[in-house]
């Protein structure tokens, strides 16, 4: 069933919004300034492509640098991306049938707006694998 969701999330939802991050990625990879960031929207297309069945966790690794690039972050992007997964998480728990796609979109609000020092894991797991 699980499998099906996505399949459908990625059809009508999650190959928008990768594209849309994965340019977001690029944009800030060329900017040799803001590599953290790019590759935190690479790591949020992956996520946004197949949500179900995987969960965001923070590392508590991730101290201060992460937590002054997310502030960065949320005055430039992050409250923007996140109305927009508001927005769009209401319009689609509009219907019975889009409730689900509408849940993985508030889901994805966390992650846009603070995307640094995040790791996705299966959900079924309580701590990701750290390599020490």
Do not use: D
Request: glycine share 14%; proline share 6%; aromatic share 16%.
């Amino acid at each position: 069933m699980r499998t099906l969701i996505n399949l459908l999330w990625f059809i009508f939802s999650g190959l928008w919004m990768a594209i849309g991050y994965a340019v977001a990625g690029l944009i800030c990879c060329v900017l040799v300034v803001t590599i953290p960031w790019g590759i935190a929207c690479f790591r949020i297309a992956g996520y946004a492509l197949w949500p179900f069945g995987r969960t965001l966790v923070r590392r508590p690794g991730a101290g201060l640098p992460s937590g002054a690039g997310n502030l960065v972050w949320f005055v430039f992007a992050g409250w923007w991306i996140a109305l927009g997964h508001v927005l769009l998480g209401i319009a689609l728990c509009v219907t019975i049938i889009g409730i689900p796609f509408g849940l993985a979109h508030f889901k994805l609000i966390g992650v846009s707006l603070t995307p640094l020092g995040r790791e996705v894991v299966p959900s079924g797991t309580a701590y990701p694998s750290y390599r020490w």
